[in-house]
């Protein structure tokens, strides 16, 4: 069956801040410049996950007029602290200026981006939610030419089944890929362009290196409820080589974010990022918080740490990427959404400047990488850029050496540390010691899969797996054989199981449950697992994390 196909001047591959930002200021620039942007969840923001602390600069640029249009900033940043945890207490730190947020809000980010998707609309975006973007297509002479939305209604063996629809053809002269953190369009390009071989500097860019961030949304007692405050811990329950930390910010209507990141450089096989969250709300400095109170919602998410230096090359013939699926997210901050909205916009300005002057799209868009580099965004980065390695040698290190940069170098330091690739960090299981996890109260912590279910997460059974293996006795022969079945620990939605059938040890995999973290792709041992796109709609459905 043929694919239909449309054209566009403009196609933006993901409804997130990044791809929404961009819409609108292309709208705003010139109305007479058409805009699609597909969205692989159910509806704007349902795959969106964030703390989220917004850093409104970006925004204010773009909606200057936002308080009147009515955007869901409701909570303004009120107090920052800053702990040390120890298994039974903690010690407060001076929060790092990094982490101060005096004229910033606490949002559900989701919330914003459905917000976001009304004013592109307004202006004249067309919008589609429910698309994924499967495959990029090319020109004869390799320059892209647009995407392809996947089919609906394959069978498990990839075969057409009886409802079959074949995806849709969306044609741009540029292509502006927003996909988020790990983008697995991305992830295609990058080697087909050869990305890394030169970032913006024009030297060659580091591995990307990235945290999972799971995230539960709890509505507290009243009493318990401090609109505005935002607490930071690090510390307890990781060792101090393993990178990571907490965040608790209380938004409007008595609810609270709670998240727990954990740097995917971990190095022992048998650590559970999910388990370690579950500990940390037992910590005496958090549980009175959540006690008497409701969980509501859950879900995971990877985020970027490589920072300055991990940044690829970000123009490319007949496109450019964008946001977070770029690497633009300020680690020591742990805020991207700002980055993301503001290389979303100069992407849109040169992509019409591009249009206007009649260029080539084969010549891809170079004024957008200048822009970048001239930006706030860029200098953000170069400041906070050695803050994440500096925590290779372990947390007091990073903590000393981190003071040293901010207080003495004010982030101008003499060198640039490098990044390495997070799936390389993983020891083998005979090196490293299991880690016992207490079981699951029902009441402040949970096991896996009733947490899956607040991720309202759906995937028809009857299609091909969308959570690929280069080789088939990849996990058997070597994650189970030498590294005890990482998978089984580091996907938060119970994806990945190694099974007893009669006496034999299997894999399987659970691929309905996946809620789009991407943490498989990247932290996988041997790199044989390979993220690809399900049919367009499915995955979790936040209301609004
Ligand atoms: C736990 C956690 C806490 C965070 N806290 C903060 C914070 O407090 N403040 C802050 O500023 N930032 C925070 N961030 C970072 C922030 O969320 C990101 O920087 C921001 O969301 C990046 O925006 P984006 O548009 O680049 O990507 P995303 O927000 O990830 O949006 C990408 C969108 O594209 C869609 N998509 C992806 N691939 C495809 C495809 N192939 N086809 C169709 N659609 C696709 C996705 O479904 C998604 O809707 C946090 C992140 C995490 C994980
Ligand atoms: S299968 Fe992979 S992408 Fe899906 S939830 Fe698990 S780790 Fe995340």
Same mark, same amino acid.
């Given at each position: ?66 308080k ?54 307004a ?34 063996d ?29 992830k295609?390009?990058?080697? =087909? ?34 609109p ?15 990178y ?9 209507n ?46 995971a ?70 822009s ?12 906070? =850029? ?27 330091a ?43 997460t ?30 089984? =620990? ?8 190694y ?9 399987q ?37």
């Open positions: 069956m043929e694919r239909d196909s449309m054209e566009f001047d403009v196609v933006i591959v993901g409804a997130g801040p990044s791809g929404l930002a961009a819409a609108i200021r292309i709208r705003q620039l010139d109305p007479g410049v058409s805009v699609c942007v597909v969205e692989k969840g159910s509806e704007v923001g349902a795959h969106i996950l964030s703390g989220a602390v917004l850093e409104p600069r970006a925004l204010n640029e773009l909606i200057p007029d936002w009147d249009r009515g955007a869901p900033l409701n909570t303004p940043a009120t107090k920052d602290r800053f702990l040390l945890l120890g298994p039974a207490g903690a010690i407060r730190l001076p929060t790092p200026p990094q982490m101060r947020n005096h004229g910033n809000y606490i949002i559900s980010l989701g919330l914003l981006c459905r917000w976001l998707a009304e004013q592109a609309e202006l004249g975006a067309e919008i589609y939610p429910g698309f994924a973007a499967a495959e990029v297509l090319y020109h004869d002479d390799g320059t892209v030419k647009g995407i392809a939305t996947g089919d609906m209604g394959l069978m498990r990839g075969t057409p089944g009886p409802n079959h629809q074949p995806g849709m053809e969306l044609h741009a002269k540029y292509t502006l890929f927003a996909e988020g953190c790990r983008g697995h369009l991305t295609g390009l990058e080697q =087909r362009f050869d990305l890394r071989a030169k970032g913006p500097e024009g030297g060659p860019a580091d591995p990307q290196t990235y945290g999972i961030g799971l995230k539960e949304l709890w509505e507290v007692r009243p009493e318990n409820h401090r505005g405050e935002i607490l930071h811990t690090i510390g307890w329950p990781l060792d101090y080589k393993t990571g930390g907490s965040f608790v910010y209380h938004l409007e008595n609810q609270v974010a709670l998240g727990f990141v954990v740097g995917l450089d971990y190095q022992n096989p048998y650590l559970s990022p999910y388990d370690e969250m579950q500990r940390f709300k037992t910590h005496p400095a958090i549980a009175p918080t959540l006690e008497g109170g409701r969980r509501i919602s859950y879900g998410r990877a985020l970027n740490e490589g920072g300055y230096q991990s940044v690829p090359g970000l123009s490319f013939p007949g496109g450019c990427l964008i946001g977070c699926t770029a690497g633009f997210l300020n680690t020591p901050k742990i805020k991207g959404s700002h980055t993301a909205m503001k290389t979303g916009m100069l992407a849109a300005e040169a992509a019409v400047a591009a249009l206007k002057s009649g260029a080539d799209p084969a010549e891809g868009l170079p004024a957008y990488t200048q970048v580099k001239d930006s706030w965004v860029w200098r953000e980065l170069y400041t906070a =850029r050695n803050m994440r390695p500096y925590f290779h040698w372990g947390m007091w290190i990073g903590l000393l050496l981190g003071a040293i940069d901010t207080f003495l170098f004010f982030g101008h003499p060198w640039t540390l490098k990044n390495r690739a997070d799936h390389s960090a993983l020891k083998k299981a005979k090196d490293c010691k299991p880690i016992d996890y207490p079981k699951p109260d029902g009441k402040l912590t949970f096991d896996k899969l009733s947490s899956v279910q607040l991720a309202g759906f995937h028809e059974e009857e299609q091909p797996c969308h959570l690929t293996l280069k080789d088939d006795t990849v996990p058997m022969a070597v994650n189970w054989a030498e590294y005890a079945g990482p998978e089984a =620990r580091f996907c938060p939605a119970g994806v990945y199981e099974v007893e059938v009669d006496g034999e040890t299997k894999f995999i659970n691929g309905q449950n996946c809620i789009h973290c991407k943490t498989c792709d990247i932290k996988d041992p041997t790199q044989n697992i390979n993220w690809v796109t399900p049919q367009g709609g499915e995955g979790p459905n936040y209301p609004n994390m």
